[in-house]
């Protein structure tokens, strides 16, 4: 796989995870009003946006780190970087799952913590976007991927 193909691909996933991030924002609104009728949805939808989400990052650590380590001089700096920033997500996630699971958690409560980490995802797929994923990094000519293990 070239890396023009990794880039577009997480740019397309990110398009989609932006919206969902919308979606489940807008169901964290609705409870802050309406709690009982809301928080099932809100759960649901927070978990398969987890799941997506994981989903996502393993398919960047499979093909994007080795695409940033192979990019240049400072490619093996950009990745451990990048390896870092999902190191302190996944805890972040694990945090927000756990937190889904205590039934007796406020919905209220409960909502105000999504709408935060949505806002940190957001922030986090710009600064992925800007640092990670530059087309001047992830240049054709550099390398190619191979994927032969789906
Ligand atoms: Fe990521
Ligand atoms: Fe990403």
Redesign the pocket.
């Known amino acids: 796989m070239q890396p023009s193909e990794v880039r577009h691909r997480?740019l397309r996933?990110?398009e989609g995870l932006r919206a969902r991030l919308t979606r489940v924002e807008s169901l964290a609104r609705a409870l802050s009003q309406d709690e009982q009728r809301q928080v099932g949805d809100l759960r649901e939808a927070s978990e398969t946006l987890l799941s997506i989400l994981r989903e996502?990052?393993r398919w960047?650590d499979r093909y994007l780190v080795p695409a940033l380590r192979e990019s240049d001089a400072w490619g093996e700096e950009r990745a451990e970087r990048f390896e870092q920033e999902h190191r302190e997500q996944r805890e972040l996630l694990a945090w927000v799952v756990a937190e889904l699971q205590e039934q007796q958690k406020p919905p209220v409560i409960l909502a105000a913590h999504i709408r935060d980490l949505i806002e940190t995802l957001r922030a986090d797929?710009d600064e992925?976007e800007e640092f990670f994923l530059d087309p001047d990094v992830l240049r054709d000519d550099v390398v190619s991927i191979d994927m032969t293990t789906g």
Request: charged share 40%; aromatic share 0%.
């Open positions: 997480i996933d990110h996502h990052m960047e797929m992925e």
